[in-house]
């Protein structure tokens, strides 16, 4: 047990000494549009907010919620992309030392940008970070009858573990468990 606990300290210490990008202001092209790629801030949750509710029509997460998030600087990281000053997408991260695993805990694309590339990008940069932070997984939660984001996943390398039945809080829908594992693509 101690020794799990060392490895879990010495990741944990070693990954706030290493910067993985510097996510304080990078222009990147996809799609043909130009987009600003930045760590998220607080001055960003009503932003974050605003856009689970065009994608939703409610925000599954809390201003609170997402507060909570952004200040876990040691095992979280938030990406937004801006297109223009307008925040039309983000990804949120969490590592998972003891499972070397990290796990996308929020991602989110206004409907008008959707289907870009946008999330294609922030997934292929969240498997970017974890290969840096060596992980052997990533993994995710997505609802069960979100098609396009699942065939989005699955082509990204994301198998499907099992269903976790009534996940959802605002409608209870079901969600399906995936994982993407790092070591089996002999990368």
């Not at 796990?103 to 959707?114: F, K, L, M, Y």
Request: proline fraction near 2%; hydrophobic fraction near 40%.
């Amino acid at each position: 047990m101690f020794e799990k606990f060392k490895y879990w300290y010495h990741c944990t210490v070693n990954a706030r000494r290493q910067p993985f990008l510097d996510y304080s202001r990078r222009l990147i092209m996809i799609g043909g549009h130009h987009y600003v790629v930045r760590q998220a801030a607080e001055k960003d949750i009503n932003r974050l907010v605003e856009v689970e509710k065009q994608i939703y029509g409610t925000a599954p997460w809390s201003y609170a919620a997402f507060q909570l998030e952004l200040s876990r600087h040691h095992d979280r990281l938030y990406i937004v992309v801006e297109h223009k000053e307008e925040l039309v997408g983000f990804i949120g991260m969490a590592v998972d030392w003891y499972h070397l695993d990290l796990h996308i805990t929020n991602i989110g694309i206004s409907p008008d940008w959707q289907k870009g590339g946008i999330g294609t990008y922030l997934i292929k940069t969240a498997i970017a970070y974890a290969r840096h932070l060596q992980l052997h997984s990533l993994s995710l939660e997505v609802r069960v009858h979100n098609l396009v984001a699942r065939h989005l996943y699955e082509r990204l390398g994301f198998r499907e573990n099992q269903i976790k039945q009534r996940y959802y809080l605002d409608n209870h829908e079901d969600a399906v468990d995936m994982q993407a594992n790092l070591l089996s693509r002999g990368e």
